[in-house]
């Protein structure tokens, strides 16, 4: 009787790799090979010198987020995949709002709703005005919603950056590939 967890979840990826023209669309397409969406992505530098970070989410069961990270990690330029569920990870996505500035007029009903969901105003410019909220998907969303009241012109989110929690398999692992850098060169 097996005890995994067949139950589909988000489940964050972490790819270091080298910074390899094509290596993103390698990984893509082992991803959708499998008709798995993405529902995020973002690509950094790590904190690694020479070493670059994808962090992917998706939306799969345990054994087939394994199976992913194992045939990523097989590609060329990917030095290592590990993969997180939210509870192992701190996270979060910015979004920006482009509003209309006549729904400021006269009202403290918009600069209320900028209060209630601790976003921020980035920019002020004659037609509209562009809102900042930091937070997860459901946060971004929940403001999304409130100002569709009042109109909106434009929205965007980025991806999940995450942070890992348990710090010591990525810390061992992040040492050896500094070590490795060295010795190279």
Same mark, same amino acid.
């Given at each position: 009787?097996? /005890?995994?967890?067949?139950?589909?979840?988000?489940?964050?990826?972490?790819?270091?790799?080298? +910074?390899?023209?094509?290596?993103?669309?390698? &990984?893509?397409?082992?991803?959708?090979?499998?008709?798995? *969406?993405?529902?995020?992505?973002?690509?950094? %530098?790590?904190?690694?010198?020479?070493?670059?970070?994808?962090?992917?989410?998706?939306?799969?069961?345990?054994?087939?987020?394994?199976?992913? =990270?194992? #045939?990523?990690?097989?590609?060329?330029?990917?030095?290592?995949?590990? @993969? @997180?569920? *939210?509870?192992?990870?701190?996270? #979060?996505?910015?979004?920006?709002?482009?509003? %209309?500035?006549?729904?400021?007029? +006269?009202?403290?009903?918009?600069? *209320?709703?900028?209060?209630? $969901?601790? !976003?921020?105003?980035?920019?002020?410019?004659?037609?509209? &005005?562009?809102?900042?909220? /930091?937070? $997860?998907? =459901?946060?971004?969303?929940?403001?999304?919603?409130?100002?569709?009241?009042?109109?909106?012109?434009?929205?965007?989110?980025?991806?999940?950056? !995450?942070?890992?929690? %348990?710090?010591?398999?990525? +810390? *061992?692992?992040?040492?050896?590939?500094?070590?490795?850098?060295?010795?190279?060169?």
């Amino acid at each position: 009787m097996s /005890t995994e967890n067949t139950e589909i979840q988000e489940y964050t990826l972490t790819v270091f790799c080298e +910074n390899k023209t094509g290596l993103l669309a390698r &990984i893509v397409a082992v991803i959708t090979r499998r008709h798995y *969406n993405i529902e995020s992505l973002t690509a950094s %530098p790590s904190s690694t010198e020479g070493i670059f970070r994808f962090t992917i989410m998706v939306r799969v069961t345990e054994e087939q987020v394994r199976k992913l =990270a194992k #045939q990523i990690d097989k590609q060329i330029d990917v030095l290592k995949v590990f @993969y @997180y569920t *939210n509870d192992e990870i701190i996270y #979060q996505e910015i979004a920006l709002y482009k509003i %209309p500035i006549k729904v400021f007029y +006269n009202s403290k009903v918009i600069e *209320n709703v900028v209060r209630k $969901h601790n !976003a921020r105003v980035l920019a002020i410019e004659e037609e509209y &005005i562009v809102i900042e909220k /930091t937070g $997860h998907q =459901a946060d971004t969303e929940a403001l999304l919603d409130a100002f569709k009241d009042f109109g909106i012109y434009e929205f965007v989110r980025s991806g999940r950056v !995450a942070i890992v929690k %348990p710090m010591e398999r990525l +810390n *061992n692992y992040l040492k050896s590939l500094e070590q490795e850098y060295v010795s190279k060169n």
